[in-house]
Structure formats: C-alpha cells, structure tokens
C-alpha cells in the first residue's frame, strides 16, 4: 500500500513564502513522475507543476516565475517552493504521483489528502 503524505500548508500574506512537500512511502521501487494540483472553492482542479524523476518540469502559466518543484527520487519526496503568493494562490494543494512498485507494477495515480494554503492579509 502507498500513500502520499503532504505538509507545509498555511495561511500566509500576500507576497509571502510557503513551502509544500509531499513524500510517498510504502512498497515503492521508484518515482516517475510527481506533482501538484490545486482546488480552490468552485474551481475545478487544476495543474500547478509536475516533475520527472529525470528533473523535466511542467509549470502552469499562472505560476511561472514564482513557484519551483524539486523532487528527491532517494526519498521519494517532492516540494513546492512557492513565492510572492497571491490571493488567487488559496487554494487545496494536492500532490500527484506516478510509481513504479517493487512488485514490478506502474501506477500513474497516486493523490495525497490535500493542503490548505491560504493567501490573505
């Protein structure tokens, strides 16, 4: 069984930093791909950045320039290093995976619970 456990949500003010992170244990042998999504109320959910285990990143328009996804293949983690937050940023953040099992099997989706990032003064 994997699961996907993300951290580091929160409210900040605009212009402000956060940091995501979300790591993916159980009986994996490998990543091939990792992201994430957002939801924000009414909204459908949405592509914020994705990232291959060979490094090749995939950003949404409305985030280019401000966040930053990196991926430790080691640890099965993936971040999201996000600045100059706006309020069109809240959200629930969601994190995406692609894994290869040690039992030889490829799942391409993976999702985590979720975390609340909050952009407001």
């Known amino acids: 069984q994997v699961q996907l456990v993300e951290s580091g949500g929160g409210l900040v003010q605009p212009g402000g930093s956060l940091r995501l992170s979300c790591a993916a244990s159980g009986s994996i042998f490998g990543t091939n791909r990792m992201g994430w999504y957002r939801q924000a109320p009414g909204k459908q959910r949405e592509l914020v950045a994705d990232?291959?285990?060979?490094?090749?990143?995939n950003y949404a328009d409305s985030v280019k320039g401000r966040f930053t996804a990196s991926i430790d293949n080691a640890k099965y983690t993936v971040y999201l290093q996000m600045t100059t937050l706006k309020p069109e940023d809240t959200a629930s953040y969601y994190c995406n995976a692609d894994l290869t099992l040690r039992a030889g099997i490829r799942v391409k989706d993976y999702w985590g619970q979720g975390t609340q990032v909050t952009v407001s003064s």
């Open positions: 990232i291959t285990s060979s490094g090749i990143i």
